[in-house]
């Protein structure tokens, strides 16, 4: 039988990749190089799995093997007597026997030590002399009687589809075993002159021909099967390596983090010590406590080291909170606390920077909001650091909108919106990665670190909200930052004096594992008592 000698090629992915390419071209040259080392044309691991394949159907069918050739013996004996039908049924067992001893011979070598040219060249001499046996007493029952030859096509298609199922993992063998049959049966009827003859022979060959397609495509089935297999398993290897390897990178990530929180703990010690004396001797001399000075411009660079040591120092607590952050080792100090009270306190830290570039701050709370559940460090650091980018982005002249209130789902909300330059929708990502910064912020003469958004953001997230922002060119930017119900202190009305001191009540229904999990979180006081 023809094989074929391509290579099957996986489906393509939606996008060319380079990993793709390189395993796609690794696969090519395995394939061509296991097709050059290979006397079938497949994969030398193919060629073990098919001849494995062709000697277990043969031993898993020899005992039906057994009974159709004493059945066939024994019909026979009608036609060509006792000693002609015994002596070929003897024949045929002996060749039977043979193919199931190399049969097991075969299954007992260990796969390295398999010569499969050999062994195929073996398998195909015994199913050749199995059809010789069966050509045999074929052609013998011709020129006994008319009447056996219904039962000579019958007995030649039973041989053919046996052979056709039982060496399909070996077309060459079903071709050895199938052909002889066919072709001495068709050439004995053709012998006959007549027309039923002519008409059976037609019949034998059309058979061969259909036993042998059926034959093909249970091999084709068979090698896409082990193909599919061994691509699976190619594809499990990759697998187990890409975890492997991702868990060596892990490992790496996490001693690299480690080592990066010691050297933070260690850099802070370090650097807040020589930065606290810079910034007590420049206030020293910058306020002239000791006289004046004989430069003035002393005074003007006593300010500068001054104002440059608060900037250093406050962007080493920036690094150092969103390291901590990042290591899971930033703790929140919850406690209740008003909202909009912080983002008052805010404004008016804020408020003398705003009016030096004439921005004017509007204020809009919602009345009688309930406290809520929170660090008020956290909370005020997320206020400050985007009241701080809205000035720092808002021209001068520009306005501000200091939102507070609830939320749709009973949550509570800070918006802060200014009317800056905005920031492209392509570049909030980048605005919102640890040190990244939108083209606009590069242009500005008042840069960062590119530390304040991800650090607000990040707090926001250790208290189960959610971070908005929203821009458009020309138009603005507004940040929304929403706090979770769960957070919100509910109130309960005041305690009656003139109400027993011991009122009977029902027991409380024990609540489920998510409601206690939820009060868990909150507060064990409320408002009003």
């Given at each position: 039988?023809?094989?074929?000698?391509?290579?099957?090629?996986p489906?393509?992915p939606?996008?060319?990749?380079?990993a793709?390419?390189r395993?796609?071209?690794?696969?090519?040259?395995?394939?061509?190089r296991?097709r050059?080392?290979?006397?079938?044309?497949?994969?030398?691991?193919?060629?073990?799995?098919l001849?494995?394949q062709?000697?277990?159907?043969?031993?898993s069918?020899?005992?039906?093997?057994l009974?159709l050739?004493a059945?066939?013996?024994?019909?026979?004996s009608?036609?060509?007597?006792?000693a002609?039908?015994?002596?070929?049924?003897a024949?045929?067992?002996?060749?039977?026997?043979?193919?199931?001893?190399?049969?097991?011979q075969f299954?007992?070598?260990?796969?390295?030590?398999v010569?499969?040219r050999?062994?195929?060249?073996?398998?195909?001499l015994?199913?050749?002399a199995n059809?010789?046996a069966?050509?045999?007493i074929l052609?013998?029952l011709?020129?006994?009687?008319?009447n056996?030859?219904?039962?000579?096509l019958?007995?030649m298609l039973?041989?053919v589809?046996?052979s056709?199922?039982l060496?399909?993992?070996?077309?060459?063998?079903?071709?050895?075993?199938?052909?002889?049959?066919?072709?001495?049966v068709a050439?004995?009827f053709m012998?006959?002159?007549?027309?039923r003859?002519?008409?059976?022979?037609?019949?034998a060959l059309?058979a061969q021909?259909?036993?042998a397609?059926?034959a093909?495509?249970?091999?084709?089935?068979?090698?896409?099967?082990?193909?599919?297999?061994?691509?699976k398993d190619a594809?499990?290897?990759?697998?187990?390596?890409a975890?492997?390897?991702s868990?060596e990178?892990?490992?790496?990530a996490e001693?690299a983090?480690i080592?990066?929180s010691?050297?933070?703990?260690?850099?802070?010690?370090e650097?807040?010590?020589?930065l606290?004396a810079?910034?007590?001797?420049?206030?020293?001399?910058k306020?002239e406590?000791?006289?004046?000075?004989?430069?003035?411009a002393?005074?003007?660079?006593?300010?500068?080291?001054?104002?440059s040591?608060?900037?250093?120092l406050?962007?080493?607590?920036?690094?150092l909170?969103?390291?901590?952050?990042?290591?899971g080792?930033?703790?929140?100090?919850e406690?209740?606390?008003?909202?909009a009270?912080?983002?008052?306190?805010?404004h008016?830290?804020?408020?003398?920077?705003?009016s030096?570039?004439?921005?004017v701050?509007?204020?809009?709370?919602?009345?009688d909001?309930?406290?809520?559940?929170a660090d008020?460090?956290?909370?005020?650091q997320?206020?400050?650091?985007?009241l701080?980018?809205?000035?720092?982005?808002?021209?001068q002249?520009?306005?501000?909108?200091?939102?507070?209130?609830?939320?749709a789902?009973?949550?509570?909300?800070?918006?802060v919106?200014?009317?800056g330059?905005g920031?492209?929708e392509?570049?909030?990502?980048?605005?919102?990665?640890?040190?990244g910064?939108?083209?606009?912020?590069?242009?500005?003469a008042e840069?960062?670190a590119?530390l304040?958004?991800?650090?607000?953001k990040?707090?926001v997230?250790?208290?189960?909200?959610s971070?908005t922002?929203?821009?458009?060119?020309r138009?603005?930017?507004?940040?929304?930052v929403?706090?979770?119900?769960?957070?919100v202190v509910?109130?309960?009305?005041p305690?009656?004096?003139g109400a027993?001191?011991?009122?009977?009540?029902?027991?409380?229904?024990?609540?489920?594992p998510a409601?206690r999990?939820?009060?868990?979180?909150?507060?064990?006081?409320?408002?009003?008592?």
């Amino acid at each position: 039988m023809p094989v074929s000698s391509e290579p099957s090629r996986p489906p393509e992915p939606s996008r060319d990749t380079s990993a793709f390419k390189r395993r796609l071209t690794a696969q090519y040259v395995r394939d061509a190089r296991d097709r050059l080392t290979s006397s079938s044309g497949t994969r030398p691991a193919f060629d073990y799995e098919l001849l494995r394949q062709y000697a277990q159907n043969r031993l898993s069918a020899s005992l039906a093997i057994l009974l159709l050739v004493a059945t066939v013996g024994v019909l026979s004996s009608l036609w060509t007597g006792a000693a002609a039908a015994g002596v070929w049924t003897a024949a045929v067992l002996v060749i039977h026997a043979v193919i199931v001893t190399k049969c097991r011979q075969f299954l007992d070598l260990p796969a390295a030590e398999v010569r499969y040219r050999q062994w195929r060249i073996r398998f195909v001499l015994l199913d050749l002399a199995n059809g010789l046996a069966w050509t045999f007493i074929l052609i013998h029952l011709v020129g006994v009687d008319e009447n056996s030859g219904t039962f000579m096509l019958f007995v030649m298609l039973l041989v053919v589809a046996i052979s056709s199922m039982l060496a399909s993992s070996l077309p060459l063998a079903v071709f050895a075993a199938s052909f002889p049959v066919t072709a001495a049966v068709a050439f004995a009827f053709m012998l006959h002159g007549t027309l039923r003859g002519t008409v059976l022979a037609v019949m034998a060959l059309t058979a061969q021909a259909y036993f042998a397609l059926l034959a093909y495509r249970l091999y084709s089935t068979t090698l896409a099967t082990l193909e599919a297999r061994a691509e699976k398993d190619a594809l499990i290897g990759e697998l187990e390596q890409a975890k492997s390897i991702s868990d060596e990178a892990r490992r790496r990530a996490e001693a690299a983090n480690i080592a990066k929180s010691r050297f933070l703990a260690q850099m802070s010690h370090e650097l807040r010590t020589p930065l606290n004396a810079i910034l007590g001797f420049s206030e020293v001399m910058k306020s002239e406590v000791f006289g004046p000075h004989a430069v003035p411009a002393y005074k003007e660079y006593s300010a500068d080291i001054h104002n440059s040591g608060v900037h250093l120092l406050g962007l080493i607590n920036e690094i150092l909170d969103l390291s901590r952050i990042e290591a899971g080792r930033y703790e929140l100090n919850e406690e209740s606390i008003s909202l909009a009270a912080v983002v008052q306190d805010c404004h008016h830290l804020l408020k003398l920077r705003a009016s030096n570039r004439g921005i004017v701050i509007h204020e809009m709370f919602e009345p009688d909001l309930p406290r809520l559940w929170a660090d008020e460090r956290a909370v005020r650091q997320i206020c400050l650091n985007l009241l701080s980018n809205a000035i720092k982005f808002t021209p001068q002249g520009g306005e501000i909108w200091l939102k507070v209130g609830w939320t749709a789902s009973g949550g509570q909300y800070l918006s802060v919106k200014d009317t800056g330059p905005g920031i492209p929708e392509e570049e909030i990502p980048v605005v919102l990665a640890t040190f990244g910064q939108g083209s606009n912020a590069i242009k500005s003469a008042e840069q960062g670190a590119g530390l304040g958004l991800p650090i607000a953001k990040s707090l926001v997230d250790l208290h189960g909200g959610s971070f908005t922002l929203k821009s458009k060119l020309r138009i603005g930017t507004e940040v929304v930052v929403a706090f979770p119900p769960e957070r919100v202190v509910t109130a309960m009305a005041p305690v009656n004096e003139g109400a027993p001191s011991i009122v009977p009540a029902e027991p409380a229904p024990v609540p489920a594992p998510a409601e206690r999990s939820r009060a868990a979180r909150r507060p064990l006081f409320r408002i009003g008592l």
